[in-house]
């Protein structure tokens, strides 16, 4: 059976997803609890699992509520190395575990840099991986507790992931990511073509989450702080891939 990925927006500028395979639900990250069960209600699904990315409010601060409205037994998955700083957890995961989603495997990736305890939850099966702030379409989160080389080297696990993979981020940034990705490589005609994209879509109202890995690949300065020409651009040619992402994250923070 098939998955279908359902994104579903919350607060202002998050997202929140159901993985659904046949009439069942895994819900990942629940910034508030009423248009997750409202999508439940309406595809008359069953939660079974939720699946929550890392610490911040605004990724977990709707699970009581949900917990209350969905009932029945639901597993509560995070990471094993936050649990200080997490809901309590039925299951607890860390790099490299796999465990069994709706009868499919979920391979886990520490993702560290936003966040120390930061994980991704790849779906092979789906093609899919919600990353949450980790990795984002054009964007990657701020670097709040992890150094530059560990969000690089984060960045880069999620890069190798096969290039048709969806990726599920957690919020709608991408029309200023798309701004300050111009920046770094303004004559990128894959870039243009995107952000041209970008601002159709949302001139429609449409998310532009999730995105296409290969599309990451082509167009996220993030992603591409190894590569000469982003390197060259920025007059870092002799320094390091990760010093370079450092220096396309610090020149974002500011922009
Ligand atoms: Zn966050
Ligand atoms: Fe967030």
Not at 64 to 70: I, K, N, S
Not at 202 to 210: H, L
Not at 216 to 243: C, I, Q, W, Y
């Amino acid at each position: 059976m098939a998955f279908e990925i359902v994104t579903v927006p919350c607060l202002s500028d998050n997202y929140a997803f159901l993985l659904v395979k046949g009439q069942r639900a895994a819900v990942v990250d629940i910034p508030e609890a009423a248009p997750i069960l409202a999508e439940v209600a309406k595809r008359e699904l069953t939660v079974t699992d939720i699946l929550i990315t890392h610490h911040h409010a605004d990724h977990i601060q709707g699970l009581a509520d949900l917990l209350a409205g969905v009932g029945g037994s639901v597993r509560v998955i995070g990471s094993s190395i936050d649990p200080h700083r997490l809901p309590d957890l039925d299951l607890s995961v860390g790099q490299g575990d796999s465990f069994n989603l709706l009868d499919s495997e979920v391979r886990v990736m520490d993702v560290s840099g936003h966040t120390i305890g930061h994980i991704a939850y790849y779906v092979p099966e789906a093609h899919a991986v919600f990353t949450a702030d980790s990795l984002m379409a054009l964007g990657c989160g701020r670097v709040f507790e992890g150094t530059m080389e560990h969000m690089w080297e984060s960045l880069t696990k999620l890069a190798a992931l096969p290039p048709d993979t969806i990726v599920c981020s957690g919020h709608e940034y991408t029309e200023t990511n798309a701004r300050f990705a111009l920046t770094i490589e303004p004559e990128n005609p894959e870039l243009q073509a995107r952000v041209q994209k970008i601002a159709d879509a949302r001139s429609r109202g449409e998310a532009t989450v999730p995105s296409l890995l290969s599309d990451e690949l082509a167009t996220n300065p993030f992603l591409r702080a190894g590569l000469a020409e982003v390197k060259s651009a920025l007059n870092m040619e002799h320094e390091s891939d990760a010093t370079v992402f450092g220096e396309i994250r610090r020149r974002k923070d500011s922009f």
